[in-house]
């Protein structure tokens, strides 16, 4: 393990800067440079051809949805959209990548010059977008033994090249500055946006888990006061959001370490362990890697019409920041009650389901990111796997509303629900849920507390009406929870008038 500066220690010294370059699989149904089936999965090697494997006298022809993709992608960042553009070969030796070179862009990319914001803890920051650019992904390898998952060590690596040829989007940011102690959180909060705007846009699964998203994490500190870039590091292939924000703070903390011991950054890659949450030494990028790019000779240049791209314009889907903002509004949210939700991935999707279904929005709130989060989190799955879905919650809400059942018993009714018993109603009819509302058996219950408790009974009588939750949390206690609070409440007072 490297040694670490503290956190406070790195930014009462150093300016944080960030760069981050995404990588995203597009969902089309084919490959980007053949007609080879896109879906992930399926037996090792199954999904080739002469074309993503690179085979000689192969001919690639570009996949026009994903050009369409891309445009999409280019125009919901606030991308300025190349009136002409080509691909390149990038060349480099990976087992993964049979042809020995990637077909990307360079110098030419389809979309460029835009920008995002994104908030973290109620403020704004800017990240302006260098590139977004088209080209294939690789294979994948697979390193067997040694216990890593990792090439040192293994007694040996498989390689599946079903992946080679998915196209793959590259969205480049400008360097990021004036973040300081928010700088890992920006960092996770783009990454977020970024997923719920691919998904807005129907254009990848973005299941970072899954690699059809993944950032490559560069940082890098320079001396407070100072306007010179330090060094930077680039983190590879960081797949979730936590991650994103541990990897950076972690090379901030080893970064800042170095410098204050008057030491040299070295620029490199570095890979990010799960297990212990630290980074590892790649590949040295002190010398600039020549890739050798050279004009894609079996492609032609693409040349956008401008009237097709004002069309894909029009028909971009309302963007995840405004959806928020105006749902946010109808629901009556705070911004702390909003970023509650943001915080729970899923969760919006599932809120606002819910009160189409016709709950609350404050109901809806309440039972996704309470009760449900909880029994998800037990769980181990993701709040919209839990097993209710929004229209169940709906209905349990109803029952609520209705006086049916409170809220204690409600969770009753979620259990019933879960173990597969039937709808609400029907669980609260075969458990016996309903509150009693019954004037004989309450009064019954009211008088028997009242007998066990007289000096509680003498305090309300002398005008100390606080002191009746104690009596009706005895009513409460004796109907096991059936009972309904208010009218016992009403009883109870009226008693001892």
């Given at each position: 393990?490297?040694?670490?500066?503290?956190y406070?220690a790195?930014?009462?010294?150093?300016d944080?800067?960030?760069?981050l370059e995404?990588?995203?699989?597009?969902?089309?149904?084919?490959?980007m440079?053949?007609?080879?089936?896109?879906?992930p999965?399926?037996?090792?090697?199954?999904?080739?051809?002469?074309?993503?494997?690179g085979?000689?006298?192969?001919l690639?022809?570009?996949?026009?949805?994903?050009?369409?993709?891309?445009i999409?992608?280019?125009?919901?960042?606030n991308?300025?959209?190349?009136?002409?553009?080509?691909?390149?070969?990038?060349?480099?030796?990976?087992?993964?990548?049979?042809?020995?070179?990637?077909?990307?862009?360079?110098?030419?990319?389809?979309?460029?010059?835009?920008?995002?914001?994104?908030?973290?803890?109620?403020?704004?920051?800017?990240?302006?977008?260098?590139?977004?650019?088209?080209?294939?992904d690789?294979?994948?390898?697979?390193?067997?033994?040694?216990?890593?998952?990792?090439?040192?060590?293994?007694?040996?690596?498989?390689?599946d090249?079903?992946?080679?040829?998915?196209?793959?989007?590259?969205?480049?940011?400008?360097?990021?500055?004036?973040?300081?102690?928010?700088?890992?959180?920006?960092?996770?909060?783009?990454?977020?946006?970024?997923?719920?705007?691919?998904?807005a846009?129907?254009?990848?699964?973005?299941?970072?888990?899954?690699?059809?998203?993944?950032?490559?994490?560069?940082?890098?500190?320079?001396?407070?006061?100072?306007?010179?870039?330090?060094?930077?590091?680039?983190?590879?292939?960081v797949?979730?959001?936590?991650?994103?924000?541990?990897?950076?703070?972690?090379?901030?903390?080893?970064?800042?370490?170095?410098?204050?011991?008057?030491?040299?950054?070295v620029?490199?890659?570095?890979?990010?362990?799960?297990?212990?949450?630290?980074?590892?030494?790649?590949?040295?990028?002190e010398?600039?890697?020549?890739?050798?790019y050279?004009?894609?000779?079996?492609?032609?240049?693409?040349?956008?019409?401008?009237?097709?791209?004002?069309?894909?314009?029009?028909?971009?889907?309302?963007?995840?920041?405004?959806?928020?903002?105006?749902?946010?509004?109808?629901?009556?949210?705070s911004d702390?009650?909003?970023?509650?939700?943001?915080?729970?991935?899923?969760?919006?999707?599932?809120?606002?389901?819910?009160v189409?279904?016709?709950?609350?929005?404050?109901?809806?709130?309440?039972w996704?990111?309470?009760?449900?989060?909880?029994?998800?989190?037990e769980?181990?799955?993701?709040?919209?796997?839990?097993?209710?879905t929004?229209?169940?919650?709906?209905?349990?809400?109803?029952?609520?509303?209705?006086?049916?059942?409170?809220?204690?018993?409600?969770r009753s009714?979620?259990?019933?629900?879960?173990?597969?018993?039937?709808?609400p109603?029907?669980?609260?009819?075969?458990?016996?849920?309903?509150?009693?509302?019954?004037?004989?058996?309450?009064?019954?219950?009211?008088?028997?507390a009242?007998?066990?408790n007289?000096?509680?009974?003498?305090?309300?009588?002398?005008?100390?009406?606080?002191?009746?939750?104690?009596?009706?949390?005895?009513v409460?206690?004796?109907m096991?929870?059936?009972?309904?609070?208010?009218?016992?409440?009403e009883?109870?007072?009226?008693?001892?008038?």
């Amino acid at each position: 393990m490297d040694d670490l500066l503290t956190y406070d220690a790195v930014l009462a010294r150093f300016d944080p800067v960030l760069g981050l370059e995404v990588h995203v699989e597009l969902n089309t149904a084919s490959k980007m440079f053949c007609g080879c089936d896109n879906t992930p999965g399926g037996e090792p090697n199954t999904t080739t051809c002469p074309v993503c494997l690179g085979l000689p006298g192969s001919l690639p022809v570009v996949n026009a949805h994903a050009v369409e993709s891309a445009i999409r992608i280019g125009l919901a960042l606030n991308c300025q959209v190349a009136p002409w553009c080509r691909f390149a070969r990038k060349n480099y030796f990976y087992p993964d990548m049979t042809k020995d070179f990637q077909t990307s862009q360079y110098d030419e990319p389809i979309c460029f010059d835009g920008w995002v914001d994104v908030e973290v803890e109620g403020e704004t920051f800017r990240i302006e977008i260098e590139r977004v650019h088209m080209e294939e992904d690789a294979g994948k390898l697979s390193h067997v033994g040694g216990g890593t998952g990792r090439i040192v060590g293994a007694e040996y690596s498989l390689v599946d090249y079903n992946r080679a040829g998915t196209p793959l989007m590259e969205i480049v940011t400008r360097p990021v500055r004036g973040l300081g102690a928010k700088a890992p959180a920006v960092g996770r909060a783009y990454m977020a946006m970024l997923r719920d705007l691919m998904r807005a846009l129907g254009v990848s699964d973005a299941r970072m888990e899954a690699g059809n998203m993944r950032c490559d994490a560069n940082v890098s500190l320079m001396p407070t006061g100072t306007a010179e870039l330090g060094t930077r590091t680039e983190t590879k292939n960081v797949n979730s959001l936590r991650s994103v924000e541990a990897a950076l703070t972690y090379e901030m903390r080893r970064q800042g370490a170095i410098l204050a011991e008057g030491g040299r950054v070295v620029q490199e890659t570095r890979h990010w362990h799960e297990d212990g949450e630290y980074t590892s030494p790649g590949r040295n990028k002190e010398q600039a890697e020549d890739y050798r790019y050279f004009p894609e000779p079996d492609l032609v240049p693409i040349a956008p019409d401008p009237a097709w791209v004002e069309e894909l314009r029009a028909s971009l889907p309302e963007l995840p920041a405004r959806r928020r903002a105006r749902l946010q509004e109808a629901w009556g949210f705070s911004d702390l009650e909003m970023r509650d939700v943001l915080g729970n991935e899923g969760s919006l999707d599932l809120i606002e389901a819910t009160v189409a279904a016709g709950a609350p929005p404050a109901a809806a709130r309440k039972w996704w990111l309470g009760e449900l989060a909880r029994r998800a989190n037990e769980a181990g799955v993701e709040l919209g796997a839990v097993g209710v879905t929004p229209e169940q919650v709906a209905q349990v809400q109803g029952l609520v509303d209705a006086g049916t059942v409170n809220d204690k018993l409600a969770r009753s009714v979620f259990d019933g629900v879960l173990a597969g018993e039937g709808s609400p109603e029907e669980v609260v009819a075969s458990r016996g849920l309903a509150v009693v509302s019954d004037d004989g058996a309450l009064g019954e219950a009211v008088d028997a507390a009242i007998a066990a408790n007289p000096d509680v009974a003498d305090k309300i009588r002398a005008g100390k009406v606080q002191a009746a939750g104690a009596l009706i949390g005895a009513v409460m206690k004796q109907m096991k929870g059936k009972a309904d609070a208010a009218r016992v409440r009403e009883l109870l007072l009226e008693r001892l008038s």
